[in-house]
Structure formats: structure tokens, C-alpha cells
């Protein structure tokens, strides 16, 4: 799997926009951008997916380069509840959807 | 609600003995999956089933085994736990596009 790089820490403060950055130099033309959080002492859950086109839900936006080298996960007002470990994950088009988790982005979000 | 439902949530067992951590799930996902994460580290995958055909990692140890009886049941056998398997043993499944995962089992290693 094509890897991906993040920062180890973010800050934040509630109310404001947090953006998450990931790059992933490598990914291949059947990769899939998706990111997990995972908040403290449960398991992870998903987030957002793409593959070429921005994308919106109820829980964030994702925000992908033209290249596809990198990506933006946006959470557009930062709450206590998403202080999280947030994972960027590419995921092969073809495969039987395996994660393989990197370190991850621990984000801290102040009151 | 449909889930993801994991039991024990905790469990203790002594160095060696064999022990067995169940998953259980009403969405009827075809595919089950067993993490293991360590202590500030992130999941990492065992193994998975797509329907009933087992899929191991490479770097998986043989001391770990699972069954997948039906659709809605998963359990993860060690057969020899030492001190080093001590962590949270997480399930998940998938139909497609997402994978869906359970509060985890955290097992201790005495």
C-alpha cells in the first residue's frame, strides 16, 4: 500500500476550523484517499473517503489536491468531542478493503 | 442499532493459557476483520474473513487463529498468550466502502 505522511500533533480551539494535512506522494490512479478518527478508548470510526473530487458530509470535507499527492481533511468547527486520532489511509480500488493505519494526527482541541 | 458488539470488554488471563475474545455483528457485512493495537500505537491487522474464506497477514503470528461460524459471529483465538499480545483486540466489518469497528477487548497478560 502507498504510504502517507502526517503530522504527529494539531491544535486547535473549539468553534474554529480545523484543517488535517496528508500527503501522499505516491498514491497510484486506483488509490483511495480515506480517513478514520479514532477518539480515546474506542475504536476507530470512519470519516470521509474520495478519490479525485472534493468531498462533503455531515462529519467533514475533504479537500484533494489536483495531483493527488495530497489531501485535506476539514472539519469546519472543531468541538471537545473531536480531540481524536485522525488517520489518512489509502486504500487500493481493486483490494478487499484493508486498513493500514499510520501513526496518525493526535488532535488536541481547546475549550 | 445496528453493530458491532465485542465481548468481553476486558479480559485477563495468565501467561499461556488459552483464551478467546468474541465479535458479533447485525449489519450483515460479509467481510470481519481483527485488529490489534498496542498500547500508543495504531491498529494493526491480523487477519480477515471475506464470507468464510480466511485471509491471513504475512507477519501474523501462528499463535493466532480464528473461526468464523456464520455471518454474524467472530472469535480470536490465542492459543499461547505472552506478555507481548498484551493489548486492545478490535473487530470490525465492511460491506463496501467503510469499515465499522467495536469498542475493542482489552486483554491483559499476567
Known amino acids: 500500500d502507498a504510504k502517507t505522511t502526517q503530522p504527529n500533533s494539531m491544535e486547535s480551539n473549539e468553534e474554529e476550523p480545523v484543517h488535517l494535512p496528508c500527503n501522499h506522494s505516491?498514491?497510484?490512479?486506483?488509490?483511495?484517499i480515506h480517513w478514520y478518527r479514532q477518539l480515546p478508548s474506542q475504536g476507530p470510526e470512519y470519516v470521509i473517503h474520495?478519490?479525485?473530487s472534493n468531498v462533503n458530509n455531515r462529519m467533514a470535507s475533504l479537500a484533494i489536491a489536483e495531483d493527488r499527492k495530497s489531501s485535506t481533511l476539514i472539519l469546519h468547527r472543531a468541538t471537545l468531542r473531536d480531540a481524536a486520532v485522525y488517520y489518512c489511509i489509502l486504500i487500493w480500488g481493486g483490494s478487499n478493503y484493508k486498513l493500514t493505519f499510520g501513526k496518525g494526527t493526535l488532535l488536541t482541541v481547546n475549550p | 442499532d445496528a453493530m458491532v458488539i465485542q465481548n468481553p470488554r476486558y479480559q485477563v488471563t495468565q501467561f499461556g493459557k488459552p483464551v478467546t475474545l468474541s465479535c458479533s455483528q447485525t449489519l450483515n457485512h460479509n467481510v470481519m476483520y481483527w485488529y490489534q493495537q498496542k498500547s500508543s500505537q495504531a491498529p494493526k491487522l491480523l487477519f480477515h474473513y471475506y464470507d468464510k474464506d480466511f485471509n491471513n497477514e504475512a507477519d501474523t503470528p501462528d499463535n493466532f487463529q480464528s473461526r468464523r461460524p456464520n455471518t454474524s459471529f467472530c472469535f480470536l483465538d490465542i492459543r499461547s498468550p505472552g506478555l507481548g499480545d498484551a493489548a486492545m483486540y478490535l473487530c470490525?466489518?465492511?460491506?463496501?466502502?467503510?469499515?465499522?469497528f467495536g469498542p475493542g477487548t482489552r486483554l491483559t497478560v499476567l
Open positions: 474520495g478519490l479525485t
Open positions: 470490525a466489518t465492511s460491506s463496501s466502502n467503510e469499515q465499522f
Open positions: 505516491t498514491i497510484s490512479g486506483t488509490d483511495y
